[in-house]
């Protein structure tokens, strides 16, 4: 790798922590998080007691000077052209430390050269590089000729500010328990069932004689709030055995106001973690939310359609199967898979996911969050585990 040519960040600093043995906890937790220039730190250091904790600047590199393939790398090409070049492909990046903002989805540049660096950027323009397996960061600024990324969802966030207060402001003012007008025939409309009415794409012309908000930006903001209440949850990378029970009856997802979905993330979660990737129950549910995952805005669960784009857009190969022919054969040649079936012993909750792995030395498969009597169980047939539990909706092979 050719040396780097750095340069001092004008727009983001981070948080350094000394990472030796005496580091603790606390401050681990932060070590390498970064905040806007002008942002305020919470809980800014020191922390305790002999914190050797600080808020340094962070590094930046022009773009085309981040990897060994200059003008023909990820971060020339995402700079200038706002896309990838041929040889790479965009794979979906989780990272806690990477600053956060209204609808953006962060992005790891994959393929392409053995350049030395490791490109992640955002789909609102910003663009980091890695030269230590994404310990650290450095940003990537625009060289010449480079166009500059928008704010970080800046006109997103000033719009939803104003679509809350609108609402708000409506509520207060047409759904005090009183008619909200001579067309609507309806006394007492409230809050709940006018977000509920948006977000179903329902009119409410008769309400307000246009239309109440743009859906698409509500939906967005409900989903980020989901995010950061699930982010707060601090899920453990251990197997959910049961939705309905601890932390998991606290998620958050979908912009329905009833209906049972948990399932549907769980074997998610399960399925990541059988395959040794840590995915945080926040990027699935909001991956779910934002790509059209939901049936019936998630009254009625997770669209099974939607895992093959979730794992393939986190560089996870998967087939979905929907007829039921050798599902065995097919559920042993993968690493682990997602089983949905139409629940029969419990025709409240309808269709249920599962995770369910192949275990060649004990000729069994292992199956999470089956139930809340059998949370953990193993069978050593999809068939005959369908004649106890129900009928077959969808097999989702992972390899």
């Not at 990537?140 to 966030?157: K, L, N």
Request: proline share 3%.
């Amino acid at each position: 790798m050719t040396e780097i040519k750095f340069i001092k960040s004008e727009n983001w600093k981070y948080w350094q922590a000394e990472l030796d043995a005496r580091l603790c906890e606390k401050c681990e937790e932060r070590d390498g998080q970064i905040y806007a220039s002008d942002a305020v730190v919470k809980d800014e250091p020191p922390l305790h007691i002999n914190c050797r904790c600080s808020i340094e600047p962070l590094r930046a590199v022009r773009a085309g000077g981040a990897t060994d393939s200059g003008m023909q790398g990820a971060d020339y090409y995402i700079a200038h052209y706002g896309r990838l070049t041929q040889g790479y492909r965009a794979v979906i990046y989780a990272d806690e430390r990477l600053p956060r903002a209204l609808g953006r989805i962060w992005y790891r540049a994959e393929g392409g050269a053995a350049d030395g660096g490791q490109i992640v950027y955002s789909s609102d323009g910003l663009i980091f590089v890695s030269y230590d397996g994404f310990k650290s960061f450095a940003e990537v600024v625009p060289g010449f000729g480079a166009r500059r990324p928008r704010a970080a969802g800046a006109s997103d966030r000033d719009r939803a500010q104003e679509l809350m207060e609108e609402m708000l402001n409506r509520q207060r003012e047409y759904t005090d328990n009183r008619t909200v007008n001579q067309n609507s025939g309806a006394g007492g409309i409230n809050f709940d069932e006018l977000l509920r009415n948006a977000i179903s794409g329902i009119s409410t012309n008769i309400i307000f004689n246009k239309p109440l908000i743009d859906t698409n930006i509500i939906r967005r903001i409900i989903s980020n709030q989901h995010w950061e209440h699930n982010r707060l949850l601090r899920f453990s990378w251990e197997h959910i055995t049961n939705q309905y029970e601890g932390k998991a009856t606290e998620v958050k997802m979908g912009f329905a106001p009833f209906g049972s979905n948990a399932c549907g993330w769980v074997a998610a979660f399960n399925a990541f973690l059988e395959i040794d990737r840590r995915i945080p129950v926040q990027n699935i549910v909001q991956y779910i939310e934002n790509n059209n995952g939901l049936i019936l805005d998630g009254a009625f669960g997770v669209n099974p359609a939607v895992y093959g784009k979730m794992f393939k857009d986190y560089g996870v190969n998967s087939t979905t199967i929907f007829i039921n022919n050798d599902l065995d054969a097919q559920a042993q040649e993968g690493r682990t898979a997602i089983l949905c079936y139409f629940n029969s012993n419990n025709i409240r909750d309808g269709a249920h996911y599962i995770t369910i792995t192949w275990d060649p030395e004990t000729e069994e498969y292992i199956a999470y969050n089956v139930s809340s009597r059998e949370p953990v169980i193993k069978f050593d047939s999809i068939d005959d585990f369908l004649k106890d539990k129900g009928e077959f909706i969808a097999l989702i092979v992972i390899e």
